[in-house]
T-cell receptor
């Protein structure tokens, strides 16, 4: 029973393409997140949703658009992919938006833009 | 802007040696500090949190408000401790955590 799952695990695509990464959590959590981990292993938050409402939107190009159809899903759509978008993208969830809540991470999606 | 500093990118020790992974942060207003760990080929997961004052897998972390530090310590490192460790204090004005740059711990046999 995977708590936080992401698909696909690997994504290789050409510059300029549009791609989506899906995330689902079966923990009944209210809050979900997208993080980007670059080649130096820096981990930065991109977005956070609480009960389908966007609550954190970091300085991310508007080519990145998150969508939360329900509180168990948070998808990430990326338009016009660029070389610098190559990274590992992690989805996470927590019981609530409170900072004290543990975040549960997905396995990551390794995106390679050629 | 808030900063989280993990000064060592890589820390290599031999099995049985003491380990200290350093973390300094720029905002001291909240005790909600965390250490997350990522073992090879596994997902990032919570190791311990300050508010619980717990010891997990032999690791402890002491909050020093004066120095704004939250260093992670273990008296005797094991090979299975080899992983990437992230310190994560909260942002002072939003709900987000700020992850440090990470320290890779390598424990040699």
């Amino acid at each position: 029973d995977t708590a936080v799952s992401q698909t696909p695990k690997y994504l290789v695509t050409q510059m300029g393409n549009d791609k989506s990464i899906k995330c689902e959590q079966n923990l009944g959590h209210d809050t979900m997140y997208w993080y980007k981990q670059d080649s130096k292993k820096f981990l930065k938050i991109m977005f956070s949703y609480n009960n389908k409402e966007l609550i954190i939107n970091e300085t991310v190009p508007n080519r990145f658009s998150p969508k939360s159809p329900d509180k168990a899903h948070l998808n990430l759509h990326i338009n016009s992919l660029e070389l610098g978008d190559s990274a590992v993208y992690f989805c996470a969830s927590s019981q609530s938006r409170a900072r004290r809540d543990e975040q549960f991470f997905g396995p990551g999606t390794r995106l390679t833009v050629l | 802007a808030q900063r989280v500093t993990q000064p060592e990118k890589l820390l290599s020790v031999f099995k049985g040696a003491p380990v200290e992974l350093k973390c300094n942060y720029s905002y001291s207003g909240s005790p909600e500090l965390f250490w997350y760990v990522q073992y090879s080929r596994q997902r990032l997961q919570l190791l311990l949190r300050h508010i619980s004052r717990e010891s997990i897998k032999g690791f402890t972390a002491d909050l020093n408000k004066g120095e704004t530090s939250f260093h992670l310590k273990k008296p005797f490192a094991q090979e299975e401790d080899s992983a990437m460790y992230y310190c994560a204090p909260p942002s002072y004005n939003t709900d987000k955590l700020i992850f440090g740059t990470g320290t890779r711990l390598q424990v040699f046999p």
